[in-house]
């Protein structure tokens, strides 16, 4: 499993050909306490850099984009009772998985992404 | 602070004789269900109960409420003498066209003035707000390019609009496409290009932008959409800044809501009444919602445009609403509207100055709005933009708009409009340099502000999750 990050700070967590997608600490910390994640629909597909579905905070409601194309296979049930977990846990805590129709092209590896916040 | 329903039950005063009415008022069964626990209170009781919940509130008449985006004005009192007239508060819009001449007059010299303001041909003044205007536009837009036999599914957004853009086309049945914006946080052309196809519908802008800029590319951005075959809307929450001085109809756009709230100076916040009347091109009077006023001699009809998409709204609009705004507008004249956008733009800049040094924004002048970034100060300290803004309450200013627009960090977007004089914008950069170097001395302070209010810090996280919006009675 390795995992990877994208320029919106979404992180991807690669095994086989399906990714889990989250958000990065830093994402987390700049929304502010997660208080709504809408999730995505199974089976539904998405476009790398596609919106994939939108996080409301107590700041605004933010969209997420997907790192990778594919097909959405299963989606995170327990962020609809506890979204706060988004907040308390990001980089642990998938928003789905997703099953890829496409190697993934342009992402950054841990080292890369937190270079890119400085 | 005691709600309304909790005061203990308290008996009229005995020396108010009781009312000389007699007689028996017949109640059908099926109204005599429900036991309606009402408060049963003293008139007294009740005066003190709202008179210190207006205490409690803030509005314009309280002090500086430079609300980003939001335009809060001051209303000038002359406003609410003209909305008070009794010709205006004693009709009924059920009552015939013909016997109400001045309350038609009223609306068709508004929309005429709105027609001169805005640059369009046709208006119609139905819309409630804002956004109804924007729903009411697309709608019109989506009957246009039907009546030419094309479905065009997509309505272009860019990244930096308001919410309301992308909810009103969703909800008009449109499917949203984001537009980048470029380094200059104009509308990326290069990707407006790509984007505009046989299938847009229109693109939704507001110029200046939510960054309090002028969008200079405006030209060539109405000429992409239109070569693609779609129209210009002119998102009007931002019409402060240019009002009288350029029009959304001379910049190439075809469609436009106004927010007569803002702009006009009508009362908002709270949740209205707005008003968000619609102004149309030519080539779409047609598609208006009826009924709107027109004038046949000397008399002033209501009409049904050939193909309109219909009512929007019951009656006319939010009446009362559009006396202030004729009455904003009658006062200021010719020479005062344009003069009102040029001091709102200079009012800016000038505070801009003021405080560039603590809260800096993007260099060079802005229009009636300027947003500041908040990241540095957060990086070295800790202390956050919504940690600013609750120090400001203490300062007696109301907080700009925070977090918003998104494409800032830590954003504060101020807007102190034209009505605020000098002395006031001295010292609101004054109080702003006073919390800045609190900031940096003792940033574990900001913890505990406002200091000055019935509530301090809310729980915010539990005010979005668990809303509740009635008391247990």
């Known amino acids: ?118 | 602070m005691k709600l309304i329903f909790e005061y203990a039950p308290s008996k009229a005063n005995d020396y108010i004789p009781a009312s000389g009415a007699e007689g028996k008022i017949s109640v059908p069964d099926f109204g005599k269900e429900i036991k309606l626990e009402l408060p049963e209170l003293a008139e007294v009781v009740v005066a003190r109960h709202y008179a210190a919940l207006s205490r409690m509130a803030f509005g314009v008449d309280d002090g500086a409420y430079p609300l980003g985006s939001c335009t809060m004005k001051y209303n000038p009192k002359i406003n609410e003498y003209a909305a008070s007239l009794e010709g205006f508060t004693d009709i009924h819009p059920a009552e015939r066209a013909k016997d109400l001449g001045g309350a038609m007059e009223l609306m068709y010299g508004l929309g005429e003035a709105l027609k001169e303001i805005t640059g369009m041909d046709g208006v119609t003044l139905s819309p409630a707000a804002g956004a109804h205007g924007e729903y009411t536009a697309l709608r019109i837009i989506d009957a246009y390019h039907r009546s030419r036999g094309e479905q065009r599914k997509k309505i272009l957004v860019p990244d930096s609009a308001h919410g309301t853009n992308p909810a009103s086309a969703a909800i008009a049945g449109f499917e949203v496409v984001n537009v980048p914006s470029d380094s200059d946080h104009g509308v990326d052309i290069e990707a407006l290009k790509r984007l505009a196809d046989s299938d847009t519908a229109a693109l939704m802008l507001t110029n200046p932008t939510t960054l309090g800029l002028f969008e200079k590319n405006i030209s060539v951005i109405a000429n992409i959409v239109h070569g693609a075959g779609g129209l210009m809307y002119y998102d009007g929450a931002n019409l402060n800044a240019v009002m009288g001085v350029v029009r959304p109809g001379d910049m190439g756009f075809d469609a436009v809501h106004l927010n007569l709230h803002k702009t006009f100076s009508a009362p908002h916040g709270g949740g209205g009444p707005g008003a968000g009347p619609v102004g149309v091109k030519a080539f779409l009077k047609d598609f208006l919602p009826y009924p709107v006023v027109g004038r046949r001699g000397e008399e002033y009809v209501f009409e049904r445009p050939e193909k309109s998409i219909g009512k929007v709204n019951a009656f006319y609009g939010n009446f009362s609403v559009l006396i202030r705004a004729y009455a904003y507008i009658l006062s200021l004249g010719k020479e005062g509207i344009p003069l009102s956008a040029k001091t709102a733009v200079l009012n800016a800049n000038y505070l801009k100055a003021l405080i560039s040094a603590e809260y800096p924004s993007a260099p060079g002048l802005c229009m009636h709005e300027f947003v500041a970034s908040m990241e540095n100060l957060k990086r070295e300290t800790g202390v956050t933009a919504s940690d600013i803004a609750k120090a400001m309450i203490d300062k007696g200013i109301h907080p700009p708009t925070i977090y918003f627009p998104l494409t800032v960090h830590e954003a504060m977007m101020f807007e102190p409009t034209e009505t605020e004089t000098k002395e006031t914008l001295d010292y609101i950069a004054g109080s702003l340099k006073e919390i800045y170097a609190v900031a940096l001395k003792d940033p574990e302070a900001f913890k505990k502000f406002p200091l000055t209010t019935p509530v301090g810090r809310p729980d915010e996280v539990a005010a979005a999750k668990d809303m509740r919006l009635t008391a247990d009675m």
Do not use: R
Not at chain 1, 84 to 107: H, Q, V
């Open chain 1, 1 to 118: 499993m390795a995992k990877f990050y994208s320029k919106t700070h979404e992180w991807a967590l690669i095994d086989g050909n399906v990714a889990a997608i989250g958000i990065s600490e830093y994402a987390a910390k700049e929304l502010g306490d997660v208080v709504y994640v809408e999730l995505p629909e199974t089976g539904q597909t998405v476009a790398a850099g596609g919106e994939l579905t939108e996080v409301e905070s107590v700041k605004a409601a933010s969209p997420i984009y997907s790192p990778v194309a594919g097909k959405i296979i299963e989606v995170n049930a327990a962020l609809e009772d506890a979204p706060e977990t988004l907040s308390s846990d990001p980089e642990n805590t998938f928003i789905c998985k997703i099953e890829m129709s496409a190697a993934p092209e342009g992402l950054m590896t841990e080292a890369e992404y937190l270079a890119s916040l400085k």
